[in-house]
């Protein structure tokens, strides 16, 4: 009866070990991706897809999917309405186990998506006693742009040819002492606007 008991504990314990040792090994670490250049998240993997969010320099996303023939990946995205979006794998840095992230097949691209990116490479400002110094660099990397439009709080402040790549603004301070910035690129009958920047002084 002894024996019996022993070796019922024995079977019951090393199923136990098993049991955990299975476990550990399905368990596999997220992945994730650190921007390393400001870059646009979009619907699907390519420029033919719509802009969701531009992510600046040093953003961190976890990864749930992968694309190898155009090295895009797919991560969580909270500006997103689907919780996802898509980013090029050319100015990101990715860390744990990428591996093991699943291939993705992309959803259709819509063929009256221009062809057209933008990128905001730097921002910054500087603060001084009675005014605000807003500086904005991108990239002109589109084909079919007609001009760039800067807005300052919501409202219009400059129209840009194309082709341009940088503006300043200086502007006298607010009791609230802070602006914000957005960049829109715009054609004959489409619009892309960069993610918005906020100066606080």
Do not use: H
């Amino acid at each position: 009866m002894k024996s019996l008991k022993k070796l019922t504990t024995f079977l019951l314990d090393s199923l136990l070990l098993i049991t955990l040792t299975a476990c550990q090994i399905g368990t596999v670490a997220p992945a994730y991706l650190t921007v390393t250049e400001s870059t646009n998240c979009r619907t699907g993997p390519g420029e033919a897809y719509e802009i969701v969010f531009t992510y600046l320099s040093g953003t961190k996303l976890e990864i749930v999917g992968r694309y190898d023939p155009g090295n895009f990946w797919l991560v969580k995205s909270n500006e997103s309405s689907t919780g996802t979006c898509w980013m090029w794998g050319e100015y990101v840095e990715v860390t744990g186990n990428a591996s093991a992230v699943p291939n993705v097949t992309p959803p259709s691209a819509s063929t009256g998506e221009p062809v057209q990116t933008l990128i905001v490479d730097r921002w910054e400002y500087t603060c001084g006693s009675e005014f605000i110094i807003f500086t904005l660099n991108w990239q002109d990397r589109s084909t079919n742009e007609t001009g760039y439009r800067l807005f300052r709080n919501g409202e219009l402040l400059i129209e840009l040819p194309a082709a341009s790549n940088a503006y300043t603004d200086t502007v006298a301070l607010t009791e609230d002492r802070s602006v914000e910035y957005y960049l829109q690129a715009f054609g004959s009958d489409w619009t892309m606007n960069s993610a918005v920047m906020s100066a606080d002084c």
